[in-house]
């Protein structure tokens, strides 16, 4: 899933992305002979989710191409995470 569940059940979330940042190690691609590369991208990319319909805010996550984690912001604070 590329965005949180809406603790207020809705469906019309806007998600504004905030301060994105990815590490910068090098994954030096090494492919068996199918042509899978086994060395995937591993670096971590977090940024932060505002909704400008609900007012919530999410610390997000993810590493190489996984889907991403999300963690629900209250007062500065994660209050829970999905
Ligand atoms: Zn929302």
Redesign the pocket.
């Known amino acids: 899933m590329m965005f949180p569940e809406?603790?207020?059940d809705?469906d019309?979330?806007?998600?504004e992305e905030i301060g994105r940042q990815t590490t910068l190690a090098y994954y030096a691609p090494i492919y068996d002979r199918a042509g899978n590369n086994t060395n995937p991208d591993r670096n971590v990319t977090s940024y932060r989710l505002y909704?400008?319909?609900?007012?919530?805010r999410w610390n997000a996550s993810r590493c190489g191409s996984d889907a991403p984690t999300f963690g629900l912001v209250q007062h500065g604070k994660v209050i829970s995470e999905e």
């Open positions: 809406c603790p207020s809705r019309d979330c806007l998600f909704c400008h319909t609900c007012g919530r």
